[in-house]
């Protein structure tokens, strides 16, 4: 019996559903960034900025689907590039400075056993 009601809300919840997931669609529109107006409004534009209208072909509804635009996803690419970047320079940094506090410290060993001869 909980297995009939798990499915039942289930089968509930999908009406819900945007009509892009259970239908035929269409992008009417390409992928664009969204407007003041429309990141006010539309919820879609909350998760990357960008919406595409897409229209569904069996009930003619017209609905904004969140997407990501390529200038996005590219300047998105170039910002990770150059945290990586900085991220290799600091640690070269540090593995420069470590070598150097080794070498100083194995000549002074050297240097010791030298004298203690």
């Not at 289930?10 to 239908?23: D, I, K, T, Y």
């Amino acid at each position: 019996m909980v297995w009939g009601w798990h499915f039942s809300s289930l089968l509930v919840s999908a009406s819900n559903l945007p009509c892009w997931l259970v239908e035929e669609s269409v992008v009417a529109e390409e992928c664009a960034p969204c407007s003041s107006f429309q990141a006010k409004t539309t919820p879609e534009c909350g998760s990357t900025g960008y919406v595409e209208k897409i229209t569904c072909s069996s009930s003619k509804r017209n609905e904004f689907k969140s997407c990501r635009s390529a200038v996005m996803e590219q300047h998105l690419f170039w910002k990770f590039e150059g945290a990586v970047v900085g991220v290799a320079l600091v640690f070269a940094c540090l593995v420069i400075i470590r070598q150097r506090q080794l070498d100083r410290k194995a000549l002074e060993k050297v240097r010791k056993q030298i004298e203690s001869i």
